[in-house]
């Protein structure tokens, strides 16, 4: 490295008052490698090293940690098993943490911030602009190809339009999804942007997919991607210094579709996602995006992004109808039909599936699976007391409602007109003590946590302090009618 490098690299580099002031967050690195330590104590070494071994530290934005492993099997079992263990090590390791996003790594990917580096070392912060405010501290990840930065994220060809099923929950949804994509580029914009939003397994992602492919196939330039790929592909591009051709790029498409936005986090990025998307709106080109939250409820979202997504056509995708769920499974059935010739399932039988598996889509995959390993596996026909056991464990998992921590900070958050951040932090004030209290308050009486971990999940806080939280909300709401009717009615969305 000649000096002229080492100068630029030390005055990108983040300084003491940068992390004092909370702007930059401490060594990312170090504290990782603590944690893995930690880890391997705790459970010890063959545990260790069937799952965290290949757990890898990729970037920190803001206060999300970003992590990732090689494969999806790999992120499945430690999202159900090891997920809160890790978030609240992490928190306590490197302060201001508040959320994990765990990813599975692409041959194009790896992270950087692991063993390749010394101890406390720390990257240069790239810039975006000499006149902007100076982005988070990035770890950032390296690319083997540039030409990567910009890759859409892969299009299931499946998922079309002539394969999904119309009902009167989302068929304003299809309408809409249906004038965007056929389109021209020289034909003015029916609804712009377009957003659709809907609980998991409703159809959101096959609908915008349905979008790019029927796009593409009249001439349009159309690209998908995640919200993950988004940031990766910008945070990469900032990496290799090719943030101004990363631009240029996004902006000389026809369409924009954009999956999942609940999960873009990191302020220079929901920044350059808001210019991106005011500089393609404003060039006449369409964006869709989807969420499972209408503009307004995405609390991490900068307001400038919010505002500019309320402004285009919002469509909520509501639950499946029975009829629409009927629908679904006949089809499910016919295509497992084609390689299981003696699979058959009577009428009577798939309207019971419909009317006890209503959450969504995704479930209605599962009885169909479960209904031909009953089949396959027993020989016998299907009848109602077969369908009765195959499904049992769908049923029984429809009720009750799981009820998340998170759910709960932002129905409270947002009732008592404070924000999420706020009941995290260290703010002491009397509008902020008391939602934080009661959000306390509900995530131990409405989930299976332990007080250490509600804790961990309130900003690393001791379990006394949620105990205290506890006991004085209990005997305030046997005092107060008032302060009973709030708790019972956040109770009430938090179950809806």
């Not at 995530?443 to 006991?471: C, M, N, Q």
Request: glycine share 6%; net charge positive.
């Amino acid at each position: 490295m000649n000096p002229s490098e080492r100068l630029t690299l030390a005055a990108a580099a983040p300084t003491a008052s940068d992390i004092s002031n909370g702007s930059v967050t401490a060594d990312p690195p170090a504290a990782w490698d603590r944690v893995k330590r930690l880890l391997r104590a705790e459970y010890g070494e063959d545990v260790f090293s069937s799952w965290f071994a290949r757990l890898e530290l990729d970037v920190v934005i803001d206060d999300t940690v970003h992590l990732s492993v090689p494969t999806r099997f790999l992120r499945s079992w430690i999202q159900a098993h090891y997920l809160d263990k890790i978030l609240g090590m992490l928190a306590a390791e490197l302060p201001g943490t508040a959320h994990i996003a765990l990813n599975v790594r692409t041959a194009g990917v790896r992270p950087i911030a692991g063993r390749d580096h010394a101890p406390g070392a720390r990257a240069a912060e790239p810039m975006v602009a000499a006149t902007a405010k100076p982005a988070p501290f990035l770890r950032a990840i390296e690319v083997t190809s540039r030409e990567d930065d910009l890759a859409g994220s892969p299009l299931d060809r499946r998922m079309s339009f002539d394969a999904y099923f119309v009902g009167r929950s989302n068929a304003l949804a299809h309408a809409a999804a249906q004038q965007v994509a056929r389109a021209g580029a020289s034909e003015p914009l029916p609804y712009n942007p377009l957003f659709l939003h809907a609980a998991v397994g409703l159809g959101k992602s096959h609908l915008i997919q349905a979008i790019a492919h029927l796009s593409e196939s009249v001439g349009k330039r159309a690209l998908y991607l995640t919200a993950e790929r988004f940031m990766y592909g910008f945070v990469a591009a900032l990496k290799a210094q090719t943030a101004i051709a990363f631009k240029e790029k996004l902006r000389a498409i026809d369409l924009l579709v954009i999956d999942d936005l609940q999960f873009l986090a990191g302020k220079s990025i929901q920044q350059e996602f808001c210019h991106t998307l005011n500089a393609l709106i404003d060039g006449g080109k369409q964006v869709v995006v989807a969420a499972d939250r209408p503009p307004a409820d995405l609390d991490t979202l900068d307001e400038r992004v919010r505002s500019r997504l309320s402004g285009g056509l919002v469509v909520e995708i509501g639950a499946l109808d029975e009829e629409l769920r009927i629908k679904i499974l006949k089809s499910r059935i016919e295509a497992a039909r084609a390689h299981h010739a003696n699979f058959d399932v009577p009428d009577n039988v798939v309207a019971y599936v419909a009317h006890q598996v209503s959450t969504n889509g995704r479930d209605l995959d599962g009885a169909v699976n479960r209904l031909l390993a009953h089949s396959a596996l027993s020989g016998s026909g299907m009848s109602l007391e077969t369908a009765e056991a195959a499904i049992r464990d769908l049923v029984r998992n429809r009720e009750p409602r799981r009820v998340k921590i998170e759910d709960i900070q932002r129905i409270v958050a947002k009732h008592y007109n404070v924000s999420r951040a706020d009941i995290l932090s260290l703010r002491r004030t009397a509008t902020v003590v008391k939602p934080r209290q009661i959000a306390m308050y509900l995530a131990k009486s409405l989930t299976p946590r332990s007080l250490p971990e509600i804790g961990r999940r309130f900003g690393g806080r001791d379990h006394t302090t949620v105990l205290h939280a506890v006991r004085k909300i209990e005997g305030l709401v046997g005092r107060d009618t008032g302060l009973a009717e709030e708790v019972d009615l956040l109770r009430r969305l938090l179950s809806e």
